[in-house]
């Protein structure tokens, strides 16, 4: 009686917006490091596609098989002792990924943290979720179902946004002065097609810095002709593959081809070849009505001093300002070694095929230690889960309902557990909603693993060649803005009119808007704003979009064990992302972008196919009348 009062006591010593915003700002920021962050932060330490998409979908896992244990969270202790462990968990974990990101293991090593992570993070949520329902009344629920939701979706934007610009920051802040040269387009200049001598020199100096040759390049506005432009660009490739300044990405199936499975050497290898001889990108030369192309010439890049032993020094170059008829159009991303420092990188430069007037512009080259950028930013991040496991371990109230169910037996836990499962697998429609379940996603499944690689990667291979800080506030910032805002008009628009009235223009709103990707990928446009636009369009459609999704769960879950079965159907929609995003970056590998978001185009019509089959009452999601 003692410890009930003190428990009692203890519950209304805090208000509940001294935790609830925390708790559910807590409960995003793991998730999304382990589906977006992790993602960029691996391409930029130079990992395949094909390696982020297969690798990064097992971080799914476990959410797709959270109600497995979910009752055994009611078994264990106390729900508030599973919320504040987890938190201490997941700062280990995120420490544990800033320690490992160093070593030369970093891939292996930070994905077996990150899963544990993972697994945490699906541990807090049913921990959180049970113990919002225990510590509130049902009006208190009602009144903060919007409070936590919001928090929540500060989360996604501090994880996808403030914390990729951090990065990025950390990225230039631990770099050499910025590489600078400019290139002329001139009239009255000829130049001939003269491949550069490879011994470039440099003045001796104590300083490491970037040298380029020449600094103020001048080119004629005269057209050449394909042919010439493909021997510019062939010597600068073989040249740069040849002294290991690109890094040629190999994914974890090359690297073991030597040890082919019958499946890699009968299915995936066959099919792969298929794919990419009948349904690969051509990228073309955009050339004139004579069949010439732009004038381009190579500007050369040398390090000053020897780096460090076991040092890479990443050069990042990008149009800085000026003329955009000028552009880079290969070379964006060199990577010096203690090995190739003593030899010229180059850069390949081209005028539009249609100036012909005498512009200039500026390009920029910024490098940065990104391992150790990374490193700091998921220290930040530890720190930051150190201090929420310290907070919530005194804020969190002790409500007297929050117990383990001690005094039930195993057996009868794993009775109800089965008759749980049971009972959800003999619903009316099971398997049409298990269909929808997995299907709904298909596209955005796949697209939201080569999304933050396609804004990332090269102009030269397909992508838009943004910064990683310019990817955290298009993707992390206005996207999930947009992504927001698309949800609350999503609710409000189902609260009038009801799911069954709503469920077709969701289901467009959710695929159409990939043609904004389409078209990035299509006419590759310079303007940030347009491509925050387009950004925007994509994701606030699939914030419309997905509320038709959760309504359904819940549809469908009610009733019986509704709890239970709705953490079911999360397991579905889990497993609906998981699957298709293990091969996005396969296929993107074999056939580019443009024709990969061909291909997320299509997948609508498996979405939008199962939606005339769907049995939903007219009356579910109206708002009731008082």
């Known amino acids: 009686m003692l410890i009930e009062m003190e428990n009692t006591k203890n519950s209304k010593k805090f208000s509940p917006w001294a935790w609830i915003p925390t708790l559910y700002f807590a409960e995003g920021i793991p998730y999304v490091v382990a589906m977006t962050v992790a993602v960029i932060m691996y391409k930029r330490l130079g990992i395949s596609n094909t390696d ?19 009752p055994f969270v009611d078994l264990i202790k106390t729900k508030r002792w599973w919320i504040v462990t987890m938190q201490l968990l997941i700062g280990a974990g995120l420490a544990g990924v800033a320690f490992l990101i160093p070593m030369p293991f970093f891939f292996q090593a930070t994905l077996a943290v990150l899963w544990l992570i993972a697994f945490s993070s699906a541990t807090h949520d049913i921990a959180a979720d049970g113990f919002y329902m225990l510590a509130l ?113 190999k994914s974890a199936a090359e690297i073991k081809k030597e040890e082919e499975s019958w499946w890699t050497s009968r299915i995936s290898a066959p099919l792969g070849h298929f794919i990419k001889t009948n349904f690969a990108e051509k990228r073309d030369e955009v050339s004139g009505s004579d069949g010439k192309v732009g004038n381009a010439g190579l500007v050369a890049v040398r390090l000053t001093k020897k780096p460090d032993k076991d040092q890479n020094v990443v050069l990042n170059s990008s149009f800085a300002k000026g003329d955009k008829s000028i552009s880079l159009l290969a070379g964006e991303r060199i990577v010096f070694t203690p090995d190739n420092w003593d030899k010229p990188a180059y850069l390949v430069v081209e005028l539009d095929y249609k100036l012909k007037d005498e512009v200039k512009s500026e390009f920029k080259g910024i490098s940065g230690n990104i391992k150790l950028a990374w ?21 969190l109230p002790r409500p007297v309902s929050d117990h383990s169910t001690e005094t039930n037996s195993a057996k009868d836990i794993f009775k109800e557990f089965g008759r749980t499962f049971a009972t959800f697998f003999k619903k009316p429609g099971v398997g049409l909603a298990i269909t929808f379940l997995l299907l709904y996603r298909l596209g955005e499944a796949m697209l939201v693993k080569m999304a933050s690689p396609f804004l990332l990667d090269a102009r030269e291979v397909g992508g838009l060649g943004l910064t990683t800080g310019q990817v955290g506030l298009v993707y992390g910032t206005i996207g999930i803005l947009s992504l927001t805002l698309g949800g609350i008009v999503g609710g409000i628009a189902a609260s009038r009119k009801g799911l069954k009235f709503w469920i077709w223009p969701m289901a467009l709103s959710i695929t159409l808007p990939h043609l904004a990707y389409l078209y990035l990928s299509w006419f590759m446009p310079e303007n940030f704003i347009l491509i925050n636009i387009a950004v925007a369009i994509e994701q606030f459609g699939y914030g419309f979009g997905f509320t038709a999704y959760m309504l359904y769960m819940i549809y469908f879950a009610d009733g019986e064990h509704k709890t239970a079965h709705f953490a079911i159907c999360t397991g579905f929609m889990a497993l609906g992302m998981m699957l298709p995003g293990m091969m996005a970056g396969w296929l993107q590998d074999l056939i580019g972008y443009n024709h990969f978001f061909i291909w997320v185009l299509i997948c609508a019509i498996p979405t939008l196919a199962v939606i005339p089959f769907l049995k939903i009452n007219k009356e579910f999601g109206l708002k009731k009348k008082e």
């Open 137 to 249: 009344d049902s009006s208190q629920q009602s009144f903060f179902v919007g409070i936590r939701s919001t928090f929540y979706r500060l989360a996604m934007i501090t994880g996808q946004g403030i914390l990729i610009i951090i990065a990025g920051g950390l990225e230039s802040w631990t770099g050499m002065e910025p590489l600078q040269f400019t290139v002329q387009s001139s009239n009255s200049i000829q130049n001939e097609l003269v491949m550069p001598n490879k011994d470039v020199t440099v003045p001796a100096t104590d300083e490491m810095t970037f040298v380029a040759f020449p600094s103020a390049l001048v080119l004629n506005t005269n057209n050449i002709s394909p042919d010439s432009l493909s021997k510019i660009k062939t010597f600068a490739s073989e040249q740069n593959q040849k002294n290991g300044f690109i890094q040629l990405e």
């Open 52 to 70: 982020i998409a297969l690798y990064t979908s097992w971080l799914y896992l476990p959410w797709v098989i959270k109600p497995f244990w979910s």
């Open 375 to 395: 490193s700091i930013t998921f220290f930040i991040l530890a720190g930051f889960f150190t201090l929420i496991f310290v907070y919530h371990r005194f804020v």
